[in-house]
């Protein structure tokens, strides 16, 4: 399994931004994703997940309005959009796999590297 996020950045806040993971090694369209960041100041932190087809999204409920989750099964990518961004959504934000295929409970087993979002005027 390997995922790849891409599309962090610098930006100020108010800004936008799209994340992507890029996903190989499994049968991607079988599997849930979900977005999970990490801050020095708040730990790790659940984001978003997709169910394995995308018909069902979830949200922590401070992203809610503010970050979608979609996916394109053709391409094997997991996008995370990102708008009205705050500095407390500086993060390095990582994608990962769901445990069981056709599930979407959090419990994940496999991690990209992570994609640095710093949010600063």
């Known amino acids: 399994v390997q995922l790849v996020e891409s599309g962090g950045g610098l930006l100020q806040p108010g800004g936008s931004l799209r994340l992507s993971c890029a996903a190989s090694?499994?049968?991607?369209?079988?599997?849930?994703m979900s977005w999970v960041r990490h801050s020095p100041g708040k730990g790790l932190e659940w984001v978003s997940a997709i169910s394995y087809n995308g018909g069902s999204t979830y949200y922590a409920e401070s992203m809610k309005g503010r970050f979608t989750i979609s996916r394109d099964n053709a391409k094997n990518t997991v996008y995370l959009q990102m708008n009205s961004l705050k500095p407390e959504d500086t993060a390095v934000y990582y994608c990962?796999?769901?445990?069981?295929?056709?599930?979407?409970?959090?419990?994940?087993?496999?991690w990209g590297r992570g994609t640095l979002v710093t949010v600063s005027s």
């Open positions: 990962a796999k769901e445990f069981l295929v056709l599930t979407t409970t959090g419990a994940l087993d496999a």
């Open positions: 090694g499994f049968t991607f369209d079988d599997y849930g």
